[in-house]
């Protein structure tokens, strides 16, 4: 009964930045499907599944043709050069679509965009980078959307907020989700203040939306 009664206590190493960044866009998306009850988006994820099991596909075919090297050579160079063709639009969405982002979200409401989750934590810095932009056409038109940009500033549509990972971790690398929980709730109520704030104004067609905000922790 002890044991059950004891929370689940999350811990890194605070030198490890790509470690601390997949632990914060892990706990932002508890937030969000969670806590706040959006629905996660996997139309594009489904997208890149398709893509992967076709490359994946060309090497079953090469193994299963009936005759032997060197008859099946052209099989083989047909095989290899789709493996490669579908590696190539597998990496084009990875640094031409999704860049930074990590998450995709449905809408709450009817004829209001979805939402689209982009984080930064460079090497060496302690510096995590969260940003929020619209996807007035769900994943699919990511390729459209607007990107992630580092505050302040941003791109238009994209609220965004920066801080130190050190508000989040004690010295020990134990992570203290509650402060980092509120503060990913602030910058999501900032952006949907903002969205609703566009539409009532006609600015906000299918979850247009506004210059970028850069929103400040408190």
């Not at 038109?141 to 907020?161: E, I």
């Amino acid at each position: 009964e002890e044991e059950e009664s004891v929370e689940h206590v999350k811990t890194t190493v605070l030198g490890d930045t790509a470690t601390i960044k997949r632990l914060l866009d892990d706990h932002v998306a508890e937030v969000l499907q969670g806590e706040l009850k959006y629905e996660e988006d996997v139309a594009l994820s489904n997208v890149k599944l398709v893509v992967g099991f076709a490359g994946v596909g060309a090497a079953l075919a090469s193994h299963v043709y009936p005759k032997p090297f060197p008859h099946n050579w052209w099989v083989l160079l047909g095989c290899c050069a789709w493996y490669f063709a579908m590696s190539g639009v597998l990496q084009f969405l990875l640094s031409y679509v999704e860049l930074e982002a990590f998450l995709q979200l449905k809408p709450r409401a009817a004829q209001t965009a979805g939402l689209n989750i982009a984080s930064s934590l460079p090497r060496f810095s302690d510096r995590y980078s969260l940003a929020i932009s619209p996807l007035p056409h769900g994943s699919l038109s990511m390729w459209s959307a607007p990107k992630f940009r580092h505050v302040p500033g941003g791109a238009d549509g994209v609220y965004a907020a920066e801080e130190s990972v050190t508000r989040f971790f004690d010295e020990d690398g134990v992570f203290v989700e509650a402060p980092f929980a509120d503060w990913v709730k602030q910058l999501v109520k900032a952006y949907e203040a903002g969205q609703a704030q566009a539409q009532g104004h006609g600015q906000g067609r299918a979850g247009g939306g506004g210059a970028g905000k850069s929103v400040k922790a408190e």
